[in-house]
């Protein structure tokens, strides 16, 4: 199988996520404001233009009552009463805006504003008179706004704003494939090289270890014995980190063999093969096991207790400890090393993240026990602090 198509390649980090997450909601929120505000200047320009469209009409019967009321004005000995029309209704106003006199349905006259507008469904034009015909300044003509072109308008406004949404989105996730390649491609160019690193590292050191196993120590000088001694150490650490590489690559893929497994056998032997490393560094261990099983597939839980015990070792200090306790249901492993910041916990399994480069690996470590733990749905607690170590606490 490809690297490029390994599932753990095409996973990001949370950090990466984290990221990601805030540009999208970025982009989302400006692509939201953006058909807001061309959905709300669309509504504007087509009130203006409905209006422009009203106002000839209502300047044709501004007009008209205008003739009106002059001859009202001149006959008003004989006649008494106010011009009417069933197209439209009017009200006439005096210079200070008094009412002189009204038949409107909306009584609400703008005075101050356009010569033409919109009130509670209903369209006023303000017509200034020259002649005060019966005392008349202002002349108000007024028709209902029959809302048709309101609601033509919201059709238009969500069917070309949701066209224009999902033309942004899709234009989004192009942009986000372009941010993200170069990440993927990184990942991709690290994999392949995990993978050929593991590949070169097979032979040597499968020889090596094979022949610190065949030597006879008892023939051997006390200088050579701690030569030795630190040729298994260094051969031990390389073969966890090629352990977690052959996993990584190839071993992840297989299907699982899922059997019960003595938990406190499986301890016993993984901390005597890193017993020679725990020594190195002079460090105590504690074990405080009691019987336990659980079904899973046993090279996947080895994977998990060789990391967990690799790294109490790894990451402690010289004369320190480290403890692993064993109940139903529960293991706890924890050491007296160097701890962690709080806030650099949630991204601990990350993989490819290190938090210190004094210490070697690729940081896939950590990621291949969330990934097993997370398989088996074994939860896993992590309590640590800088200067007095960490806490493993896992679950089932």
């Known amino acids: 199988m490809l690297v490029s198509k390994n599932k753990a390649t095409n996973s990001l980090l949370k950090s990466e996520k984290k990221s990601l997450f805030r540009f999208l ?36 019967y501004a007009y008209i009552q205008t003739k009106r009321l002059k001859v009202l004005h001149h006959f008003f ?29 909306d009584e609400n006259v703008h005075f101050d504003e356009e010569e033409i507008y919109i009130t509670n469904n209903h369209i006023h034009l303000v017509k200034t008179l020259d002649d005060f015909y019966l005392g008349t300044k202002y002349l108000i003509i007024e028709v209902k706004d029959s809302s048709e072109w309101i609601g033509e308008t919201w059709r238009n406004i969500i069917v070309y704003g949701f066209l224009a949404f999902i033309f942004f989105m899709l234009f989004g996730l192009y942009l986000m494939k372009l941010f993200l390649k170069p990440m993927r491609d990184s990942i991709v160019l690290l994999d392949r090289f995990i993978k050929d690193t593991t590949h070169e590292l097979n032979t040597p050191l499968s020889a090596i270890l094979a022949n610190i196993e065949m030597m006879d120590t008892d023939v051997m000088v006390e200088k050579n014995k701690t030569k030795l001694a630190r040729i298994n150490i260094a051969a031990k650490t390389v073969s966890v980190l090629y352990k977690d590489l052959m996993y990584l690559t190839l071993e992840h893929e297989k299907a699982n063999q899922d059997e019960e497994i003595k938990i406190k056998e499986l301890i016993y032997n993984r901390a005597e093969y890193f017993a020679v490393l725990a020594q190195s560094k002079h460090i105590e261990c504690n074990l405080d096991l009691e019987d336990a099983t659980i079904t899973m597939d046993k090279r996947k839980l080895t994977r998990v207790i060789d990391n967990l015990i690799s790294n109490a070792i790894k990451y402690n200090k010289r004369n320190g400890t480290v403890g692993i ?8 492993i924890w050491d007296t090393g160097i701890g962690m910041e709080e806030d650099k916990i949630p991204f601990m399994f990350d993989r490819y993240m290190r938090f210190n480069n004094s210490e070697g690996g690729f940081g896939v470590g950590l990621s291949i026990v969330k990934n097993i733990l997370d398989e088996y749905d074994i939860s896993i607690k992590v309590e640590s602090k800088v200067g007095e170590g960490t806490r493993m606490v896992l679950a089932w």
């Open 325 to 332: 306790k064993l109940r139903d249901g529960m293991l706890v």
């Open 77 to 105: 000995d004989e006649r008494i009463d106010y011009p009417r029309d069933p197209r439209f209704k009017s009200a006439i106003y005096d210079l200070e805006h008094m009412k002189i006199f009204s038949l409107l349905e």
């Open 25 to 60: 909601t970025l982009y989302v929120a400006m692509v939201i404001l953006m058909i807001t505000l061309l959905s709300l200047f669309y509504y504007q320009s087509q009130e203006k233009l409905m209006l422009s469209d009203q106002r000839a009409m209502l300047t044709k």
